[in-house]
């Protein structure tokens, strides 16, 4: 395929196409061309918006124990399993739950994982401010590559494929399950990490489920490569990873989280 | 394939085999010989017994209310989403819970489904008695035909892939999730319905996930076929088909169950 | 995640973005945003580049009689299981082969199909001229929507995920299998079409298997949606379709095409 | 489940399971039983018979030269790509073609694979003799593990999932596309191995798809584990392995191969 209207075609070439795509036009002549780049807005639809799901009511002291062969990755003390980037991680302890700190930098666990099953939770702050992705907005990346998107999608609209729970530009979640800023939401998470051949290429890829507050909102989705705001998903070839949580460092109040543990599945 | 050692060939099909398989013998010389029937205990295996994780402990009253878009199959007062052999539910139902009635047969949901997330909470009596399979045997069918088998496996030895969580006689649980007897225990199970060509054969089998007490004990199992006592699984062209749920009529005491609600994917 | 550095953001929002994206932006202000709109070139990537892999030399004329079970949708003698958009095929049909005949559209089966497996001839002409995407470019479309690349790969660089045998612009061949213009090449494709729930979302996306003059160049890729040139694929509700080949109306000499057949799988 | 009518168990017990089972009941009372065991014919069904396919017709000396990128596993001159159990591989070559030598055992290539594309040629002798599974009974073993039967199944009845492109004892051919005795039949298979993690447990089962003489007749069957002619399928953790070749040493006719080759996919 690849068809275009002639008539259009000179157009498209000589003028709209001009203006912001010198550097890609050079390419075209030379050895090995680059993709044209994209903007981030391009991988962003709005539409259908995932119908809102009301998670039963829970007491915020409802905080179930880990079983007992999970690794507990924060057991409300203090960050000792993580690390930031030059080294300790930075975000604050306070009150059995830690919080970030902007402009710290993302964390990530010491550790690292290949398949599992992940229980994390955080709370938008009740005074949650901004709107759209600068609203509560954070992010759970398995083996420090594949986002969980976190963000305040409680009467908050956005992109759908940008939206709490969506695998971040692949999949927004079947339903919207977020529970009001103040609250305590859920993620229980189920990874199975994708695996390489011997030449990097991708012999299967991961697969995601994801619920939260005890509704399914990813049912086992094939991710097909990364996450990235801008351009299209791709895979590396990559080994285990860690659980990496995100400064997203925007004018937003920060999120807290709390009760996170891990199993190897 | 298919390799006898020849000189035990003829003694096997003159002495050993003749006893119990006449039928089957004659079967081979007409038209369409049936498979050799098989024993129950044929399809049972014992090893590796899978590791004992305890859940993290909780109140008996821990009851999560159904999220908004949940159908909910029991809400502690009665029967009515659901029938006997007969037509009515004969089980019991007190105290906001529902018990098993022994003889009077399985009872199903009267709507059907497809794929879908379904929560469910059972207990073991605490003067519970018998073992392995003789000691709260019951089990819930997804579509009335695929077995997620209930069992009172808290330091009860039974085959594997016949113990509590297991898809019956085609997988054991991941872990050994079971809480005591006495203690309410959850089943979160999301299941894909498997899909048939027009022509009877399969398409795409069902798939099925477990969740027991919050931790995964059947990761995206992808099932080969039913889930019978004697014999192979296999699959046979469906539509919808309802939940189910075992009278299995041994001589232990009743089992009971509550809080039960499911979510069309 | 979503992080834009913010000394850049405003910029691109009141300069470079504005060019192109009025109607865009004034979207952002509706209920109901649209993606920003892509260029085809966005979608296209040139590494990779698949190995070449010569394919066995064969006779001209070696021509393997379909199986008994096949729909035989050319036999060398009309188009009459064909239709085009206003009716009949204005293919022309010669010496046992037809021909594209450029400008009077894209032809189809008139019987559509879900599972196959399909077998596929076809010849760049030896004399063919032009680059890139203008040389020798059809496509064969599985249920007229999902398509297998057709261009003249021999010696001719394009976008990988664009060349002969690629899903187009979702997957480029494994290796490059072209045989020389004026030389038959053999697409023979298993094809399992996507299922979709009755909510229009979908069940199991489509797989295809591509092996060109004996060779795997697709290995039962799970395609993401359809193949447009423009924008990312997509996934629509869908029964049985035809098989479509294209009319793609470049510069180029037409191809031709014969011996096709098919079974359902 | 596990549900027996119980009159008939006392029964069941202490006649017809008692006389073959000794072995058995002792193990129940030990620490951990073994699965009673069965018989070669309890996983042999007859229906339904897969259609016949008649190939389209071809001369016999068309024999496709090998892909540029092939490792030619049998050239028409020697078995030296291949050893036997004791070192040297003693089956016959003669006229290019290689003839199994009964009682020799089997033949295995000295290089392993992992995932690949296979070629394969075999004849049935034409003055075959025997019936059922003692008819040119051979078999080509993925990896060493995973049997593709070899048979000839041209008017040879036996079980569905044990004729000529059966995966033994697991799937049945989806048509059975034999060609006559004397008459060359082409095997091209794809398969997948599977992966296995760290713990020994299953991360991917194995796929395959047969071609067979053109006609797909395994389309990407998960396997469920190894072929074992008696007992259940179960895998067991391992790396690359050979193609291996049977000495099946049965009293029909041995069976003949030409231009084996595979690309590693």
Known sequence: MHKHISLLKPFF????????????AQNQQAQVPEPMPMKSQMTEYYEPVPKVVTPGAVPSNWVVPPPSDAMVLFDGKDLSKWKGKDGEAKWTVSDGVFTVVKGTGDIETKETFEDYQLHIEFKIPVDIQGEGQYRGNSGIFMQGIYEVQLLDSYNNRTYVNGQAGSIYKQSPPLVNAMRKPGEWNVYDIIYTAPRFKEDGSLHSPARITVIQNGIVIQNNFTLTGNTPNVG???Y????????????????????SFRNIWIRNL
Chains 1, 2, 3, 4 share one sequence.
């Open 232 to 234: 299209l998903p791709k």
């Open 13 to 24: 070439l000589l003028s709209g196409l001009a203006f912001f795509t010198g550097a890609y």
């Open 236 to 255: 590396t070839k990559h080994g285990k990873g860690p659980i990496k949580l995100q400064d997203h460092n925007d004018p937003s109040k920060p999120i």
